[in-house]
């Protein structure tokens, strides 16, 4: 696995968020990862809670693949892109992803709202 510590050098971290953010929209962070199983990852992340609200996380929402469940989806609402930053190279996710079986590098995208849709 490539080291998350490293993942601002890594061509797998995409910083979307280049310009000011629209209005007083929160940066979110989009994680794509393979893992080795679910159900051995899920509770590693559940118990990883503490981590990101000290990060600065305001929430997240996971999606698997619909035909491939260890094809993982996070997407983040942080307090600032720094502290999304912060976290995502942070040793205490890397150790936690090692643990719960993350397979390879993540990829990782910032992201800014640009507009809600209702439909």
């Not at 942070?90 to 439909?119: C, D, F, N, Q, W």
């Amino acid at each position: 696995m490539s080291d998350p510590v490293d993942i601002l050098k890594n061509e797998n971290w995409k910083n979307v968020y280049s310009s000011p953010g629209t209005g007083n929209a929160m940066p979110h962070m989009l994680v794509h990862h393979k893992v080795r199983d679910f159900g051995k990852w899920k509770p590693f992340f559940d118990r990883d809670e503490g981590n990101r609200k000290a990060h600065g996380s305001k929430g997240a929402e996971l999606f698997q693949n619909t035909d491939d469940p260890t094809d993982v989806f996070l997407l983040f609402e942080f307090d600032s892109v720094e502290n999304a930053k912060k976290f995502s190279m942070s040793g205490e996710l890397k150790k936690t992803m090692e643990e719960a079986g993350v397979v390879g590098a993540p990829h990782i995208h910032l992201l800014k709202e640009v507009r809600k849709s209702k439909a």
